[in-house]
């Protein structure tokens, strides 16, 4: 076998492996590649949310001012915590005071308060208590304290507003009422009360110890004597329970003006009282019984008569 020939066998042995022998030197470079390649960043592990406290404070003191500087508000207890997952406030022996615009200060006071973040919703648990105090600007007449009280109190401070699922106390100055649910919004001067809803008012203040059932007293003194005291609007009062409650209004120094349908006997009975001169001056004129002319014919059979004493 010539020289020529061994070449060209070798070349035909050598082509028939050289595929595979490329093949072999591409997997080397690409597993040195692989290994020899950074490897990425892990991404750390989140971790879930607890209800845990981030951080708290013992024995605190917060007060938040307006751009005057003006007092807004002033928070203190024994401890707070602040929890993550939802933003909010919790304060043991909680004691805040707010002050607005108009110098009308609110006090509250609770066991436990949880609060937002920025303190626009305020949850009061365990003897809350909510007292706005009293209030008086200059020429105008004093706005008597007012106090909310329960063992669970919802309040929204900006909004002026008190709600509770749970029996409140409301006190007024010297009126008291009860009921097993409230919702007060102080802008629109509404207050709401549920199941089993009790009340006690004081009567207003008497500026001469001379009773409205004196027979006899001057029109003139008896008028300067009633116009200051509050005006209580009662109907039926010509007999049974109306006629009870204007005898202990009217004793307890209240004025009246009473309604009944049966006019006259209504009449006769504040005659009978003592009430003579006045009820005939202040009797207003009945309204008539024509269905054409009164919407409230049918609840009347001789018209209705509205005075005051």
Request: with cysteine; charged share 20%; hydrophobic share 40%.
């Given at each position: 076998?010539?020289?020529?020939?061994?070449?060209?066998?070798?070349?035909?042995?050598?082509?028939?492996?050289?595929?595979?022998?490329?093949?072999?030197?591409?997997?080397?470079?690409?597993?040195?590649?692989?290994?020899?390649?950074?490897?990425?960043?892990?991404?750390?592990?989140?971790?879930?949310?607890?209800?845990?406290?981030?951080?708290?404070?013992?024995?605190?003191?917060?007060?938040?001012?307006?751009?005057?500087?003006?007092?807004?508000?002033?928070?203190?207890?024994?401890?707070?915590?602040h929890f993550m997952d939802?933003?909010?406030?919790?304060?043991?022996?909680?004691?805040?005071?707010?002050v607005s615009p108009d110098?009308?200060?609110?006090?509250?006071?609770?066991?436990?308060?949880?609060?937002?973040?920025?303190?626009?919703?305020?949850?009061?648990?365990?003897?809350?208590?909510?007292?706005?105090?009293?209030?008086?600007?200059?020429?105008?007449?004093?706005?008597?304290?007012?106090?909310?009280?329960?063992?669970?109190?919802?309040?929204?401070?900006?909004?002026?507003?008190?709600?509770?699922?749970?029996?409140?106390?409301?006190?007024?100055?010297?009126?008291?009422?009860?009921?097993?649910?409230?919702?007060?919004?102080?802008?629109?001067?509404?207050?709401?009360?549920?199941?089993?809803?009790?009340?006690?008012?004081?009567?207003?203040?008497?500026?001469?110890?001379?009773?409205?059932?004196?027979p006899g007293l001057d029109?003139?003194?008896?008028?300067?004597?009633?116009?200051?005291?509050?005006?209580?609007?009662?109907?039926?009062?010509?007999?049974?329970?109306?006629?009870?409650?204007?005898?202990?209004?009217?004793?307890?120094?209240?004025?009246?003006?009473?309604?009944?349908?049966?006019?006259?006997?209504?009449?006769?009975?504040?005659?009978?009282?003592?009430?003579?001169?006045?009820?005939?001056?202040?009797?207003?004129?009945?309204?008539?019984?024509?269905?054409?002319?009164?919407?409230?014919?049918?609840?009347?059979?001789?018209?209705?008569?509205?005075?005051?004493?």
């Open positions: 076998m010539t020289l020529n020939e061994r070449m060209r066998r070798v070349w035909e042995i050598f082509s028939i492996y050289l595929p595979i022998l490329l093949m072999s030197l591409l997997a080397l470079g690409t597993w040195w590649l692989v290994r020899n390649a950074p490897k990425p960043v892990e991404q750390p592990q989140q971790r879930a949310v607890s209800h845990e406290p981030d951080y708290y404070m013992r024995d605190f003191s917060i007060k938040s001012f307006d751009a005057t500087g003006r007092l807004q508000s002033e928070i203190k207890g024994e401890t707070l915590k939802t933003d909010t406030l919790e304060i043991q022996k909680a004691h805040m005071r707010t110098g009308r200060v609110t006090l509250a006071t609770a066991n436990r308060a949880l609060s937002n973040s920025d303190g626009t919703e305020v949850q009061l648990f365990g003897d809350a208590v909510v007292t706005r105090e009293e209030f008086s600007k200059s020429g105008t007449k004093p706005v008597p304290p007012m106090q909310f009280r329960g063992e669970f109190l919802h309040v929204w401070p900006n909004e002026e507003r008190v709600k509770s699922h749970l029996p409140v106390t409301l006190t007024r100055g010297p009126d008291q009422f009860t009921g097993n649910a409230m919702d007060f919004d102080n802008f629109s001067q509404v207050l709401s009360m549920h199941g089993d809803v009790k009340g006690r008012m004081q009567p207003g203040r008497v500026t001469s110890t001379i009773s409205p059932r004196t029109g003139r003194l008896r008028n300067a004597v009633m116009d200051s005291s509050p005006l209580v609007f009662i109907t039926g009062a010509s007999s049974g329970i109306g006629e009870a409650l204007a005898l202990r209004f009217a004793t307890a120094g209240y004025r009246l003006a009473l309604v009944a349908r049966r006019a006259e006997v209504m009449r006769a009975w504040a005659l009978s009282q003592g009430w003579a001169k006045t009820a005939a001056r202040s009797t207003m004129p009945t309204w008539p019984t024509s269905t054409a002319s009164s919407p409230r014919a049918s609840s009347a059979s001789s018209g209705r008569a509205c005075p005051t004493w």
